[in-house]
């Protein structure tokens, strides 16, 4: 028979309130009251009745992960960091993609609120800083954490300093001899291809090389869009000797191009990306990029979400570490 509630508070010896308070990550629980309760949960197997839940708490005990991004690498890896929380802290998690045309938007909003009622939202680039999204919540005074939004100042959830990270992805490449360095952009409302540029830009100017924009194409985040952008700065006269993508998936596309034309990688072009999504590790050569704990943030990310959840006022933005990887795709470039 499935354990119930009373039975964890008879084996912990607790109020079944008690037990509830501990469930739910309440705080000012006694941290030996903690363990015992948990103690019990894991003896009797118990796992919450989310339906019982959601009636006797006025909550769905569901969030939504709200997303429009392009890269299947980088949801998939938030994705995952998102269960993880909301399993630990008994939550369900639903998908909910919001289409791009302005009214469909909201559309979109309304159908997963009717459906799901979900407590509150995580949102993703590049709809944390999306004005319909934005404006849908809060007049709703729904609960959210945002990733990477541009101006985190007022909002919950996690971030990482992108600017500095490409600034010294781009530095190693200098110091391996390039002094040609494409960058492919990505879509112009996501704030991670500002920061991202501004980082090649300040490396750039920081190392003594003029920028020149010839080198600098406009991609879309995706594996295609970067096959299309990667063969623009391959046409060019004099194309570049590295190619820094601003995703791991369009360095793919990079990569892909260079391979059609004949050229070896990194021995013609040297290509990085950035994230360290698996793509980055099951492509050869593997990619020499910047290392988001993408996973590691969506579950700050939902964190954040819960504790606003259970209290107004609680949640912050959480700042997360990056790591510069080099791998196979970059070597000193060849004498030309």
């Given amino acids: 028979m499935r354990s119930r509630i009373e039975d964890v508070a008879a084996v912990a010896g607790v109020s079944m309130k008690t037990v509830s308070r501990v469930l739910n990550n309440e705080p000012n629980v006694r941290e030996e009251m903690r363990q015992r309760v948990m103690k019990a949960v894991d003896q009797l197997q118990y796992r919450p009745n989310l339906s019982a839940r959601s009636l006797a708490g006025q909550r769905s005990y569901v969030i939504a992960l709200v997303y429009n ?78 990733i ?14 992108e600017t500095a990270a490409v600034r010294e992805l781009i530095a190693g490449l200098v110091a391996q001899g390039h002094r040609r360095i494409g960058h492919i952009k990505g879509p112009p409302a996501h704030g991670a291809c500002q920061w991202r540029y501004k980082g090649y830009k300040d490396a750039l100017r920081a190392s003594g090389l003029e920028y020149d924009a010839d080198l600098v194409v406009q991609g879309a985040f995706s594996f295609e ?30 990569i892909r191009a260079a391979c059609e034309r004949g050229l070896a990688v990194p021995r013609d072009i040297s290509v990085c990306g950035f994230d360290d999504t698996p793509i980055a ?51 000193p470039p060849a004498r030309r």
């Fill in 148 to 161: 990477a939004p541009k101006h985190p100042d007022d909002r919950i959830g996690v971030m990482m300093d």
């Fill in 69 to 146: 991004n392009p890269s299947r690498n980088y949801l998939m890896e938030i994705q995952s960091g998102m269960l993880d929380a909301c399993r630990d802290n008994h939550y369900n998690l639903v998908l909910a993609p919001v289409g791009a045309p302005k009214q469909r938007k909201a559309d979109d909003l309304k159908v997963v609120f009717e459906h799901f009622a979900p407590d509150g939202v995580v949102l993703i680039p590049p709809l944390t800083d999306d004005p319909v999204v934005l404006e849908f919540l809060e007049q709703r005074e729904v609960p959210f954490a945002c």
């Fill in 225 to 254: 869009s970067g096959i299309e952008a990667g063969n623009r700065l391959l046409d060019l006269r004099r194309p570049p000797t590295a190619i820094f993508a601003a995703n791991d998936d369009m360095a793919a596309g990079v």
């Fill in 281 to 331: 590790r099951h492509i050869y050569p593997a990619l020499t990029t910047v290392r988001q704990p993408t996973s590691e943030m969506g579950r700050l990310a939902t964190l954040q979400l819960l504790a606003r959840i259970r209290t107004a006022d609680a949640g912050s933005m959480v700042h997360v570490e990056h790591e510069v990887l080099f791998r196979e795709s970059t070597q």
